[in-house]
Nanobody, 118 residues
């Protein structure tokens, strides 16, 4: 129900923007989250945005470098990633939930791979 896109291979210090869409369904009234899973590691929270876009929160490793935004008219959520580091290499997933502070999201999309070379 959710599709993440925009991943690719970049160099350390580069920027990349991921998108998350929901073809056939609207998540306008949902909070949206981004997660990532690096090889051999558990999935971790990256950040989230509330339904209106007025509030965002981020994990410490990405705070100040990543920005989440949403365009409810286009039903798209973005993850702008700047100053990428090799440790940001992971499969990135978007998810939706009615609760902005949720830790368990109801809807998940397929991931998109981000590889950051040193």
């Amino acid at each position: 129900q959710l599709q993440a896109s925009g991943g690719g291979l970049v160099q350390a210090g580069d920027s990349l923007r991921l998108s998350c869409t929901a073809p056939g369904r609207t998540f306008r009234n949902y909070a949206m989250g981004w997660f990532r899973q690096a090889p051999g590691k558990e999935r971790e929270f990256v950040g989230a945005i509330n339904w209106s876009g007025s509030a965002t929160r981020y994990s410490d490793p990405v705070k100040g470098r990543f920005t989440i935004s949403r365009d409810n008219a286009k039903t798209t959520v973005y993850l702008q990633m700047n100053s990428l580091r090799p440790e940001d290499t992971a499969v990135y997933y978007c998810a939706a939930d009615r609760e902005y502070l949720s830790v368990l999201y109801d809807y998940w999309g397929q991931g998109t791979l981000v590889t950051v070379s040193s």
